[in-house]
């Protein structure tokens, strides 16, 4: 991958790629995808972490609660509103992609 990116490594064999950030209510939110150890392909998992601060150093955690993904998903990836508020037709895109 070339040109500007960020990955996070939360080991050395687990890191994401951010597709996006967000301040959300003051507080630092990531959407990251999975990449493999060289940098240079994508892995289809994807989660979303919030940032904490202890003086200049950034820790993140991930999001797991529900309801808190999906208010966070729509700032984080605007595309996504109408497949979170129509479930059905989700399905329907990811029928059409297997």
Do not use: C
Request: hydrophobic share 40%; glycine share 4%; aromatic share 12%.
């Amino acid at each position: 991958m070339d040109g500007l990116y960020t990955v996070v490594e939360f080991s050395k064999d687990d890191k994401w790629f951010v597709i996006s950030e967000k301040i959300i209510d003051g507080i630092k939110y990531s959407y990251l995808i999975r990449v493999n150890e060289k940098e240079d392909d994508f892995i289809n998992e994807f989660q979303i972490a919030k940032s904490y601060y202890d003086g200049s150093a950034e820790y993140m955690d991930i999001v797991s609660d529900k309801e808190m993904i999906k208010k966070i998903m729509p700032v984080l990836m605007p595309e996504a509103e109408e497949y979170i508020n129509n479930p059905k037709k989700l399905k329907e895109l990811l029928n059409q992609a297997s």
